[in-house]
């Protein structure tokens, strides 16, 4: 590659480093380890250190891209095998070969050495090798297992995933000598194995395995499990194509009966044909709703894990069955694992591996034949497909806005160009006027209030990360206050729980928000100390305990607010009603001693007071309004140089 540092001239200079040394390094994907190169030779060429700090940022940015990049792209391939493996069973004409290809794409995908495929035999009660890619040894692929023995015995009986880094020092699964030196003959040592599930029966395993120890994610788990589904449908479909065939041979002369057969698998097939053409281009929950309502006729509600509603697709909608009607329909469906009903409601778990993400509900329909039960049964597999897509997504872009608002919080020094180009990339504009808020609340995983953060974050176009164990957000708009109180309300809601709420701003710009994040955790000590849990309020509003908690010590503002109008009423007609405030508050009170005090007779001060009521509000008299008032006069008559009233 050409050197981003050149030598010297007879002079003795170095040339600056040229600002496109990472773009170019991007763009031919260089190894991480190459990002060095330019800050070591400009170390050492002894350029100076606020150029080497630059590069150093340049050099931290262009990893970050890198990153991002090599993450897209693997989401990439791995969306790109679930649709062209969607695509294969809309097309399904050779098993095996549909089970090749998944087998295959599960090694490819996980960066395994070997994957593989085994069959559940219900009448030798055990599960034996069907499909292998990367296997070498003859003895491995024609081994049996035993179920119960083994990690992958231990899957076909369980029906539950089971990985380990290490299989031969794992002692949660029961070696024998058969299996033991069937796995030492192909060198395997990390093994992940998921169930295919149809309904809650297990068909068999799809495994994943390296020839040295690994330990395997979650996203590993989640993406193996998506695969076994669709190998479960493959081998569910040709059970459904063996079947249809069988009852053609067997009841031919039953026309009637055939008719009603083959309507059910053209619907099967119909069903099949437009869900793989969501999965395909990429559609959402309410298009699967709409897809099920077409075929099966009906109405059809998507609910997530807190049976809130997803989507709802139907004219029964507005009429849903009770609350315990619900809840015990879909009970139901989750405990089996398949479809259920009660009292003609019918209900689906939507789930991935052994993650629970809803459910689908159906509606108008007094009965459900088992061809149009399995239509909903995949229905629910797409849709758990598309919610993990769509997650994936969501998560990947809160991350990268929470990694905006943490910089802008944790790095004030940092270049306020490169901030603002950042929030330019993801639709923020910097340059807004901003709330800041602060989030306080008790017993809640970080990763749950993340979550609601980003959500109430994203609804409003604006950054949420984790800070310090509180909530962070920064939402466009120049009201704080209502800004918080919303903010307490909506996360409060979406968590269970009261949030309570400390704002401060409108921060503008990027070396504001920080001073501002400041203000707003002082904002949410003052509501904790005054016991006003689950609200939310900004400095300028907390009064006099805002004054003194708030940075900006905006003294005439606090006037203003406090008893500006009685100021205004006394500058427009020439009155003396701040000077009688002054002389009451003086007299303790006393009408006598502040109409002596005025040289005016009581009832004049009487009605001066009660202009001051009309003006302040009934209220102006309570104990807490009176410490603000007399706290604003005092201030007043500092501003204005004198001392006494």
Known sequence: MDRPLSPADEGGTIDLVRPDVYLQLLAREAAAVEFEGPLLEARAAGLPPEEVAALERAKVTALQVRALMEHRRRREAELTALFETANDLAALRDLDAVLQAIVRRARQLLGADISYLSMNDPDRGDTYMRVTDGSVSARFQQVRLPLGAGLGGLVAQTATPYATPSYFDDERFRHTEDIDMAVTEEGLVAIL???????????????????????????????LCSLAAHAAVALDNARLLEETRSAVRQLSSTGALLRAHSEAVERAADAHDRLSELVLRGGGVEDVAAAVTEVLGGSLLVLDADRRPLAAIGPDCPGLPAGDALTEVTTTAQARGRVAEAGGVWAVPVAAGSEHLGWLVLLGHPDLPQADSRILERAALVTALLLLFRRSTAEAESRVRGELLDDLLASPERDPADLRERARRIDADLDRQHAVLVLGVTDVPRERLAFAAAQHAAQRGGLAAVRDGHGVLLVPGDEAGPAARLAAA?????????????????????EQVGPAYVEARRALAALTALGRLGDGASTDELGFVGLLLGDRRDVDGY???????????????????????????????????????LHVHVNTVTQRLDRVRQLLGDDWT??????????????HRLARGSRQP
Request: aromatic letters at 4%; zero cysteines.
């Open 193 to 223: 194995g998921v169930p295919l599930l149809l309904g809650s029966k297990v068909m068999g395993v799809l495994y994943a395995a390296n020839r040295r120890e690994r330990p395997f994610t979650r996203e590993d788990v989640a993406l």
């Open 490 to 510: 909506e996360v409060g809601a979406m968590l269970g729980r009261p949030v309570t709420v400390g704002a401060a701003g409108p921060a503008k710009g990027p």
């Open 559 to 597: 006037v203003r607010r406090t008893i500006g109008a009685v100021i205004d009423y006394d500058d427009r007609r020439g009155t003396e009603l701040v000077h009688t405030l002054d002389a009451y508050f003086a007299g303790g009170g006393n009408l006598t001693r502040a109409s002596s005090e």
């Open 622 to 635: 309570s104990a807490e309004r009176t410490l603000e008032v007399q706290l604003a006069l005092r201030l």
